[in-house]
């Protein structure tokens, strides 16, 4: 079946430094991606969508310049945390979708921040 | 927007006991997904359910979607102690891959 891939899974970056975190779908081609993020005791809150080449767009309240998003291809979209902030940590996870899955979304496993 | 509302909040049961959380949708979902969360850990995907009325096993837990698709349960039978955690449902709107996380069940077994 569909799987999507992220990495890495486990990341500890130093407090104004940047981190990118990637998405793969290793089998099929995602037009469209989608990043959430998952503060402690909280629910996941979706970030933003990800279009192969065009911008992404940002749910309300989520910072563009510092959650870049990138998804050159049909199969990458990178999220990348600029001058991360401990208030950054976090768990992030991505999830595809394609025109050919139906209504069949495709979550990464996550990966966890850690900004020291 | 979409709302997506999740009930209990909490569930205390004695381990044999059965556990039910209850996802319901403010709007019409295309698709809906469960996943666990350990105590420290992550969210992992349990399953995800497409079509109106569809039902699905995994041993001892059961999932539904609801003929108006707006409307999603996760049913634990004679829960063990492996089976603490939250547990979420997502659900995908008019864009289907735009998923809207309820705030979770989390779920304590007593044994």
């Known amino acids: 079946g569909a799987v999507v891939s992220q990495h890495p899974s486990w990341v500890i970056c130093k407090s104004g430094t940047s981190v990118k975190i990637e998405c793969r779908s290793l089998?099929?081609?995602?037009?469209?991606m989608f990043w959430y993020r998952q503060f402690p005791k909280q629910s996941l809150m979706l970030m933003a969508t990800s279009n192969e080449g065009s911008k992404a767009t940002y749910e309300q309240g989520v910072e563009k310049d510092k959650f870049l998003i990138n998804h050159a291809s049909l199969t990458l979209s990178t999220l990348t945390v600029t001058s991360a902030h401990p208030e950054d940590s976090s768990f992030y996870i991505c999830s595809a979708i394609t025109p050919y899955s139906g209504n069949t979304i495709y979550f990464g496993e996550g990966s966890w921040l850690t900004v020291v | 927007g979409q709302q997506v509302m999740q009930i209990p909040q909490y569930q205390h049961v004695q381990e044999g006991e059965d556990f039910t959380t209850y996802c319901n949708s403010s709007?019409?979902?295309?698709?809906i997904q469960w996943y666990k969360q350990r105590p420290g850990g992550h969210p992992v995907f349990l399953i995800q359910?497409?079509?109106?009325?569809e039902v699905k096993k995994q041993k001892r837990l059961t999932f539904q979607f609801g003929e108006a698709k707006k409307n999603s349960s996760l049913h634990i039978t004679a829960t063990q102690t492996t089976d603490v955690g939250t547990y979420f449902c997502?659900?995908?709107?008019?864009?289907?891959?735009?998923?809207?996380f309820g705030d979770g069940t989390t779920l304590t077994v007593k044994p």
């Open positions: 359910l497409v079509k109106s009325g």
């Open positions: 997502a659900g995908g709107g008019a864009n289907a891959g735009k998923s809207t």
């Open positions: 089998d099929f081609q995602a037009t469209t």
């Open positions: 709007t019409t979902l295309s698709n």
